[in-house]
């Protein structure tokens, strides 16, 4: 059965947020579950978000937005802590390579089921097995300056072009561009090539839709996003089997933190790439 990617992505999707101590910042990203049992068969369930946004968040618990289905239907905006630091030590791993982060999760059962498959992340060949060079069109997902698609949390999709060359998926350009609208907040969020998305002009015919990477850093004036492609997240997610985590590193990224929101608007602000 053929795979609604969007809607899939979408039900993976969650903001990670840490408010501080002064009632009055939020800071915030997108993140994105990843089904991955360890290597004797135990369930895990691995989020992944842009390495940034833990690194800029100096406290030492964050918060999941998931969103839980209610009985007589709706959905019901549940954050739940997510333990990030632990003293002088921070719990989730960081590429070595890339703005990357992942971390081992207890996400609630609903969303558990909601992870994807590891399959779903492209790995070397896939870029060059589909044809995808500049011009192919790709989504996004996240929280732009913090707000979601409605008061329950869904996050919002966004679409735009591939605008850079080349897209070889190496270490040596580990980063597409993408021509499309992110602000602060989307630092996270998954990029994906859809079924039905727009090819370039004698492109041929896409394969498997698959997650083509994450937004590591937004220029909103210009209407361009930075992409880690997906080879690098599943390069960290194997090094939750190889390594403890390392030793948190100071935050001091060179990131703002946006004021709080008007009265009006979804109560939270963003760490600005």
Do not use: C
């Amino acid at each position: 059965m053929a795979v609604d990617l969007p809607l899939a992505m979408i039900a993976a999707t969650v903001k990670v947020e840490q408010p501080q101590a002064s009632g009055n910042l939020t800071i915030l990203g997108t993140g994105f579950l990843v089904n991955d049992p360890k290597p004797d068969g135990t369930p895990r369930i691995v989020l992944v978000t842009a390495g940034h946004v833990f690194d800029n968040m100096p406290d030492a618990v964050a918060y999941i937005d998931y969103r839980l289905a209610q009985p007589g239907g709706g959905w019901k905006l549940s954050p739940q802590p997510l333990p990030i630091r632990s003293g002088a030590s921070r719990l989730w791993i960081k590429s070595p390579e890339e703005d990357v982060a992942v971390i081992a999760v207890q996400a609630p059962p609903e969303f558990a089921s909601a992870a994807i498959p590891l399959s779903w992340l492209a790995d070397a060949s896939d870029f060059t097995d589909t044809g995808i060079e500049p011009g192919d069109e790709m989504f996004a997902l996240g929280y732009p300056d913090g707000y979601s698609a409605n008061p329950e949390g869904f996050p919002v999709l966004s679409a735009g072009h591939v605008a850079s060359y080349p897209l070889l998926t190496t270490p040596t350009y580990p980063r597409f561009m993408l021509d499309t609208r992110t602000y602060p907040g989307n630092s996270g969020g998954p990029v994906f090539l859809a079924s039905g998305a727009q090819r370039r002009p004698g492109s041929p015919l896409a394969g498997t839709p698959y997650v083509t990477g994450l937004i590591a850093k937004v220029a909103e004036k210009y209407e361009w996003a930075f992409v880690i492609e997906a080879p690098a997240i599943r390069r960290t997610i194997e090094l939750l089997d190889r390594s403890p985590p390392p030793s948190a590193a100071p935050g001091a990224n060179g990131f703002t933190v946006l004021p709080p929101p008007p009265a009006s608007a979804p109560a939270a602000a963003d760490a600005k790439p």
